[in-house]
Each structure stands twice: as structure tokens, then as C-alpha cells.
């Protein structure tokens, strides 16, 4: 089975400052997608970025970017110049690819990570 | 565009009494739909998925189960709370991932139930 391993708890950062929320994964599928959630007070789910396993390229959106490192099932997230409204908690999350089969089309989500940023 | 909603938003329950929570996806067909419980502000544990009408799929043995009677409706149900049923519940959904595989979820709002 896929796990997620988050294994800060917690982070904080400066307003303007870079952070980055660690993520690491498990999995002998070769094809499979990444993804991470913010959930900020509000409780609401929000997608931030993906990545899909085939590509090299690291995706990014905006202020979000991630470093995938395949070889190492390493999935980070970088967030550049922090916001106050980027407090949240972070999940990072894994879905097998389709030739794992229908029940793998859940996502497994880590245990989040708990990020304050420091006006 | 598409559009999930769940409800009710907060729910006290006593020990005891039924639970139904419902979610409706509008402006797509045949989803994939799923229903996660978050205790204590962190994890998402999947309780259910379902893959199509009256397809449902179960990832924990609990006393809560699950019914999608229409296309994009899908119910969360118990017929005796615990209080270890108190969480909050998410309800998500995802295009056919034969499809579309990177859409990743659409979670609703989230429903509070507190059992007392």
C-alpha cells in the first residue's frame, strides 16, 4: 500500500520569506500523480499544485513550486514570499495511475503539516 | 462549471440518533465520489468510495455506512452514533480518473458533527 510521510508537524516562516513543507511517499508504481491541499481555518480542502510522475518538469503556480525528485520519492513544496493568508495546514497527497486499478484511485494523504507565518 | 455542496455545515447529535449527511456534485456525470472523516484537525481517513450508482466501496468496518441513489448524490449514513463518530466529514469529488487521472478532488465544504 501507498503511504504519505509529512514529517513536520509544524513550520513557520516569516511574511516575504521562502518556506518549504517536506513530503516523501512510498509506492512501486511507476506511473501515479502528486498533489498538495491547503486547509486553512476555514476547514476548506483547496487544491494548490500537481505534479504527474512522467514529467521531469517541476510544476509550479504563482507563488507555489514544488521539487519532485522521482529516484528519491521526495515531493516538496516551496512557497516564495509568504503571505499571511498562506497560514494553513498543508497535506501532501499520492493517486496511483490507471493501471493500478479502480480502488487506487483514492488519494492517500499525509498527516499535514501545520504552517504559521510571523507578520 | 462544476460544484460540490454538502450539509448540513455543523450537526450536534446525541449518542444514540441516526446521522445523514448528503452531497451533490451539479454540472458533471458519473463522478467519482468519496467521503473522508478528519478527527482532531488532522489526517483524512477515506471511509467510502463509490465509482457509480449504488457502487460503494468501504475502507474502514464502522457503524456509519453509505448510499449513492443518483448519479451525483451520495449519503453518509448511521443508524446509532458513537461518540467516536465525532469528526469532521468531507465529501470530494473526481472526474473518471480513466479520463481525466490528474484532476486530483473537489472537496465540499465539510460537515462538523459533534456527538454528546
Known amino acids: 500500500a501507498q503511504t504519505v510521510t509529512q514529517s513536520q508537524p509544524e513550520m513557520s516562516v516569516q511574511e516575504a520569506e521562502t518556506v518549504t513543507l517536506s513530503c516523501t511517499y512510498d509506492?512501486?508504481?511507476?506511473?501515479?500523480?502528486l498533489f498538495w491541499y491547503k486547509q486553512p481555518p476555514s476547514r476548506q480542502m483547496i487544491l494548490v499544485i500537481r505534479?504527474?510522475?512522467?514529467?521531469?518538469q517541476n510544476a509550479t503556480e504563482n507563488r507555489f513550486s514544488v521539487n519532485f525528485q522521482k529516484a528519491a520519492k521526495s515531493f516538496s513544496l516551496k512557497i516564495s514570499d509568504s503571505q499571511l493568508g498562506d497560514a494553513a495546514m498543508y497535506f501532501c497527497?499520492?493517486?496511483?495511475?490507471?493501471?493500478?486499478?479502480?480502488?487506487?484511485?483514492?488519494?492517500?494523504f499525509g498527516k499535514g503539516t501545520k504552517l504559521s507565518v510571523i507578520p | 462549471s462544476q460544484t460540490i455542496h454538502q450539509w448540513p455545515a455543523t450537526l450536534v447529535q446525541p449518542v444514540g440518533s441516526p446521522l445523514s449527511l448528503e452531497c451533490t456534485v451539479e454540472?458533471?456525470?458519473?463522478?467519482?465520489l468519496y467521503w473522508y472523516r478528519q478527527a482532531a484537525g488532522r489526517g483524512l481517513q477515506l471511509l467510502f468510495y463509490?465509482?457509480?450508482?449504488?457502487?460503494i466501496s468501504s475502507e474502514v468496518p464502522q457503524n456509519l455506512s453509505a448510499s449513492r441513489p443518483q448519479d451525483r448524490q451520495f449519503i453518509l449514513s448511521s443508524k446509532k452514533l458513537l461518540l467516536s463518530d465525532s469528526g469532521f466529514y468531507l465529501c470530494?469529488?473526481?472526474?473518471?480518473?480513466?479520463?481525466?487521472?490528474?484532476?486530483?478532488?473537489?472537496f465540499g465544504s465539510g460537515t462538523r458533527l459533534t456527538v454528546v
Open positions: 470530494a469529488w473526481t472526474p473518471d480518473p480513466e479520463i481525466r487521472p490528474n484532476y486530483g478532488y473537489t
Open positions: 509506492t512501486s508504481e511507476s506511473d501515479y500523480y
Open positions: 505534479q504527474e510522475a512522467y514529467k521531469q
Open positions: 497527497a499520492y493517486r496511483g495511475g490507471i493501471d493500478s486499478g479502480a480502488g487506487s484511485y483514492q488519494l492517500t
Open positions: 454540472g458533471t456525470s458519473n463522478p467519482n
Open positions: 463509490s465509482v457509480g450508482i449504488g457502487q
